[in-house]
């Protein structure tokens, strides 16, 4: 953490991030690593490969929608 030149009050703290020099707002903490973990683990599981839909026997959507053959 560094301190912003002369013409900013001598209370501003920046942090340098891969995005560039970043402001830090006072009685504001940054995120941890922790916190940002603890956020991934309480979202819901997501499938990793697109499901394949389910078109067989009472799911098949498209075989409800024919005629009757009779």
């Not at 002369?6 to 690593?33: C, H």
């Not at 078109?55 to 009779?70: H, M």
């Amino acid at each position: 953490m560094t301190q912003i030149p002369a013409l900013a009050p001598a209370n501003i703290v920046t942090e340098r991030t891969e995005a560039g020099e970043q402001l830090l707002a006072p009685f504001v903490t940054p995120v941890s690593v922790r916190q940002r973990l603890d956020h991934l683990m309480a979202q819901p599981l997501l499938p990793r490969k697109p499901q394949k839909p389910l078109d067989i026997g009472l799911f098949d959507e498209i075989a409800r929608n024919q005629l009757s053959l009779f």
